[in-house]
């Protein structure tokens, strides 16, 4: 799905840099000379999930933004997370033009 939606994004015309997961995600942040414009994260992932991800970026980086891929967000648990409430979810599945 990852390299997937860093296809499109490109073949678009953006700049992409796609790591395997969120732990990457914060080396990343941390050594990049210039923060992204957005991250992009799924909420269920192994290791550190998206919605800690999302709240470690958020407290080191704020103002970075932020969105949510998932195919989770309608459960109960991903539903309570205080995140869902800032952080917009583009609910899986998705086409390029959605």
């Not at 080396?27 to 990049?32: F, T």
């Not at 609910?91 to 959605?98: C, E, G, I, L, M």
């Given at each position: 799905m990852r390299r997937w939606v860093s296809r499109i994004l490109r073949a678009r015309g953006y700049d992409v840099v796609d790591v395997e997961d969120g732990a990457a995600a914060l080396?990343?942040?941390?050594?990049?000379r210039q923060r992204p414009a957005l991250v992009m994260t799924d909420i269920v992932m192994p290791g550190v999930n998206g919605t800690r991800l999302a709240e470690d970026i958020e407290r080191q980086w704020p103002g970075t933004r932020l969105l949510f891929v998932s195919g989770f967000a309608g459960s109960a648990s991903v539903r309570a997370s205080a995140m869902l409430a800032r952080v917009p979810v583009l609910?899986?599945?998705?086409?390029?033009?959605?």
């Open positions: 080396a990343l942040m941390r050594d990049a609910q899986k599945p998705f086409t390029p033009s959605r």
